[in-house]
């Protein structure tokens, strides 16, 4: 059973989106919370959950009791190595594949009885796992999103939602960026 003071604790579960560039900025943010007080549950897909073990070792993942790693199927295939350089098939497969294992993982981790963490207090989730607003809804559970990418890239992909031509100034010159309005199975969350 779980001590009294770890029931006092809150719990944050931290969710990035599996791609390149956006899990080293949400293990920062977990680890900056964790040092502030917070109990931690950091997923990952289980493609990347491997890429990791075989990386780093079996030990790589060990460490504080409260800071734990889950995971959670992405539906991509282990046998494909760079499964995770395509990221629209990579957005179109976490939003098929994730939400229910990811509202699974959260109903577990709620359930007290059964482990040692104190229950979910907020999830925080990368802007490009929009699912994660459907599991917390129904589990009640407050989210906060948050940009992985740069600034730069925010506001790409702000671009793309709104269908935008952006012109460029380079000295006298304008130049105009094609943008892509419609990326498939690409869910981003906004709130602009």
């Known amino acids: 059973m779980a001590s009294p003071d770890l029931f006092g604790r809150p719990h944050a579960v931290c969710i990035p989106f599996p791609a390149q560039g956006h899990i080293n900025p949400m293990l920062k943010l977990a680890k900056l919370l964790h040092h502030k007080g917070f109990h931690i549950t ?43 350089q395509d990221v629209p098939s990579l957005g179109d497969s976490t939003s098929k594949n994730c939400l229910g294992p990811f509202r699974d993982l959260l109903s577990k981790l709620n359930d007290s009885a059964s482990l040692d963490v104190p229950p979910v207090t907020c999830v925080v989730s990368d802007g490009g796992m929009s699912f994660t607003l459907t599991a917390a809804e129904e589990l009640r559970i407050p989210e906060v999103l ?5 600034a730069c890239g925010f506001m790409e992909a702000n671009t793309w939602r709104k269908g935008l031509r ?27």
């Not at 073990?53 to 282990?78: N, V």
């Not at 948050?146 to 740069?150: E, G, K, L, P, R």
């Not at 952006?166 to 969350?189: L, T, Y």
């Open 42 to 84: 950091f997923v990952n897909t289980e493609f990347n959950h491997q890429r990791l073990l075989k990386s780093r070792g079996p030990d790589a993942l060990r460490g504080l009791s409260s800071f734990r790693f889950e995971t959670i199927p992405d539906g991509l295939p282990p046998s494909d190595i760079e499964a995770t």
């Open 166 to 192: 952006v012109s460029v100034h380079h000295s006298d010159q304008a130049a105009h960026m094609p943008v892509v309005c419609n990326v498939s199975g690409f869910g981003i969350a906004y709130s602009l």
């Open 146 to 150: 948050f940009w992985t990418t740069s």
